[in-house]
Each structure stands twice: as structure tokens, then as C-alpha cells.
């Protein structure tokens, strides 16, 4: 070998030298073509990674406007969920309002039907009575008809007060006598007059009228002990009383003379 | 269905009336006894479903007629509301010790009677 090396001559170097160039060249153009292809392959895996990034944030974004319409769609639906549900709370209310007034218009025409359900003087006064304590809620409370003369009220029905105390009240005198002398209604609280002793526990008085005319009175004293003033419904009883129930004492107290009447004749 | 029955012990007929109209829309058949002694017979031969029952009547009280009811076998679980003018805590307390099941007072709340009523019934 050596010898044989030994023997090359300078064209033969010269040709081997070149042809290793060559080859190296070779080796060098292969692996640049190799990286050539491997960077076009980056480039191209870059490329697809950006446009899937790109589809992705596309998405994302697409998320997050689906996620702000939901949130703006849970939000309008707890509103409306919030507002059903006031308005079903507003229904139960009205419903239960129109209960309570039905109840309160029922009272009144219990009220009216036994007031005008007899001719008897003393049923009248019995009815009257009932009301009081029944739809009041009063024990203690008397029921006044106006005398003959027009001068002084009279005691014809009464419960849980002295009647000896409360027989009669001159026109005028007192909270009693003085709401029958005017027909002005008294209630316990606006600006009073001067009450006897014997008023002192008056929660109201209602003159019985017919018309202008005053045939009556009613003077309730203390409440049930449970009840704690006088509620709107207790003014609409009054308001029926003051009519109704002088109506009922006047018609039955013309029967009575008509049937007295026609004894005698 | 079987319409269900209520007896109403009262005295007074406003009263009666009063808690025929306000139970009118529960759709029972109610019937009405004057004072004690009537109200005992007239649960014995009907046999209500719940009974409601004033304290102050002629020959005897509401306390008197709760625990004659609640001594017979057929009258014995049958719901009584006690409805009275009475509020004092004493009362109220007799009324249950006479074995009342609930208590309601005077004046009557119809809306409320009608609820106690249907709360006691299962309706």
C-alpha cells in the first residue's frame, strides 16, 4: 500500500483530492438538501401549528362570545325569574286581599240579613247585640234609642256594662250624648269632647240615623281584650250599622205600635 | 268523593251564619246545633269530620261539650276548633286541656277559619 502510495503522482493526488472533494461537495449538497426539506417541513408544521392556533383563538374567542350570551341569557332569566316571581308573590297577595274583602262584604251582608231578617223589636236589638260582639269583637257596649221627645237616649240593649250607670243620656251631654245631638260619629282618638266619667273606656260611638234623623245610638266601650283597635272593616260595620240598624229599630218599633194598634182597636 | 261534614255549635245565629259563609266555598256539608245538648246529639247521629264550637251557650258551656265528645268512643278523634270571644291565656288553655284541637278567636276571620279548617281536614 504504502508503496503503491508512495508511487502516486501529483495528478493522481491532484484527482484523488479532487474527486474527495467532490464527494464531500456531494455530502454537503445531500445534507443541505436534507435540511432544506427538514426546514420546509418546519416551516410548514410552523405554519400549521399557527393556523390551528389561529382557529383555536378563533374558537376561544367564539366560546367566550357564547359564554358572555349565556351569562347574559342566565342573567336575563334570573330577572325574569325574579320578576315571576314578584308577580306571583303580587297575586298571592291580591288573591288573599280579595279573599279578606270577600270575607268582609260576606260580614256585611250577615250583618244586613239580620238586622232586616225580623219585625220583633227585641230580635232587632238581639241582632244588633250579636253583631257587636260578633263581628265587633265588643262585650261591653250599650244600644240607645232615642226617647218620645227627642230629649234623651235610653238604654234598650246592652252587655257587660252596669245599666243602672248607663240607663239614659240627656241630648248633648257627654261624648255619647253629644255624637247622637249632632250625628257626627265619635271615635276614640280624634279630637274629643269632654267625656263623662262613665265614657271613659268609650272606643267609639255610632248614631243611629235615618237620614239626618238621629233615632239612636251605639256606644262601644272596651274591645276584646285580643283585638287592638278598631280595623277598616269595623268602620264599614259601623257605617252599616248607623243605617241599618236604625232602619230595623224604626220599622220594627212602628210594628210593634201598629200591632199594639190593632189590639186595642 | 264523600262531601266531608262540619257541625257548628253556636248560639247565636249570626255567628252560625257567618261560618256557613265563610266555609261555603270548601265545598262541606255542615250542619248547625244551637247550644250544648244538641250539639252532642246531633255529633253522635252524624258523625262529622271536624267541629267548630263556641264556649259561652245555654246548658252547656263549649269546655262542657270538648270533653264529653272526647270521653265517647265514636266522637273521641274527631278535630274540634274551639271558636271564642275568650282570649285570655287561661282560657285558651282550658280550651285545649277540655281537648279542643285548635283555638280561634272572635271576631271571626273568615279567610283564616277556612284555612284552619282546611289545614285540620287534610284538604
Do not use: W
Request: proline share 4%; glycine share 8%; charged share 30%.
Amino acid at each position: 500500500m504504502s508503496g503503491e502510495s508512495d508511487r502516486e503522482g501529483p495528478s493522481d493526488y491532484v484527482f484523488r483530492v479532487r474527486e474527495q472533494t467532490r464527494q464531500h461537495l456531494r455530502d454537503l449538497l445531500s445534507e443541505n438538501e436534507k435540511l432544506r426539506r427538514s426546514t420546509a417541513a418546519l416551516e410548514s408544521e410552523r405554519n400549521r401549528l399557527l393556523a390551528e392556533k389561529m382557529a383555536l383563538q378563533e374558537k376561544l374567542l367564539n366560546l367566550r362570545e357564547e359564554y358572555d350570551h349565556f351569562q347574559r341569557e342566565q342573567m336575563d332569566l334570573h330577572r325574569r325569574l325574579a320578576e315571576t316571581e314578584e308577580e306571583s308573590r303580587q297575586f298571592a297577595l291580591q288573591s288573599l286581599e280579595i279573599e279578606q274583602q270577600n270575607n268582609n262584604l260576606a260580614n256585611l251582608y250577615v250583618a244586613g240579613y239580620q238586622l232586616h231578617g225580623t219585625l220583633d223589636h227585641d230580635e232587632v236589638v238581639a241582632a244588633i247585640k250579636e253583631i257587636v260582639i260578633n263581628l265587633i269583637g265588643c262585650e261591653e257596649f250599650g244600644v240607645y234609642e232615642m226617647d218620645e221627645e227627642g230629649r234623651a237616649l235610653r238604654l234598650t240593649g246592652f252587655l257587660g256594662i252596669d245599666p243602672a250607670i248607663y240607663a239614659t243620656v240627656p241630648l248633648g251631654s257627654g261624648l255619647i250624648g253629644r255624637a247622637a245631638a249632632t250625628g257626627a260619629r265619635y271615635l276614640l282618638g280624634e279630637p274629643p269632647g269632654i267625656p263623662a266619667p262613665r265614657e271613659a273606656h268609650l272606643t267609639a260611638c255610632i248614631p243611629l240615623k235615618l237620614g239626618e234623623t238621629v233615632l239612636g245610638a251605639l256606644a262601644i266601650f272596651r274591645l276584646l281584650a285580643h283585638k287592638h283597635g278598631l280595623e277598616p272593616v269595623d268602620h264599614e260595620l259601623f257605617d252599616l250599622l248607623a243605617t241599618h240598624a236604625a232602619t230595623a229599630l224604626y220599622v220594627s218599633r212602628l210594628h210593634r205600635e201598629r200591632v199594639a194598634a190593632s189590639r186595642l182597636s | 268523593m264523600t262531601q266531608k261534614k262540619i257541625l257548628l255549635v253556636d248560639d247565636s245565629t249570626t255567628m252560625i251564619m257567618m261560618e256557613r259563609v265563610a266555609l261555603s266555598s270548601g265545598g262541606y256539608q255542615l250542619f248547625a246545633a244551637r247550644d250544648g245538648e244538641e250539639a252532642l246529639e246531633t255529633a253522635r247521629d252524624q258523625r262529622p269530620d271536624l267541629i267548630l264550637l263556641d264556649v259561652v251557650m245555654p246548658k252547656m258551656d263549649g269546655f262542657e261539650v270538648c270533653r264529653r265528645l272526647r270521653a265517647e268512643g265514636p266522637t273521641r278523634n274527631i278535630p274540634i276548633i274551639i271558636v271564642s270571644t275568650r282570649g285570655e291565656e287561661g282560657n285558651i288553655e282550658k280550651g285545649f286541656d277540655s281537648g279542643c284541637t285548635d283555638y280561634v278567636l272572635k271576631p271571626l276571620n273568615g279567610v283564616e277559619l277556612l284555612t284552619r279548617v282546611r289545614s285540620l281536614l287534610g284538604d
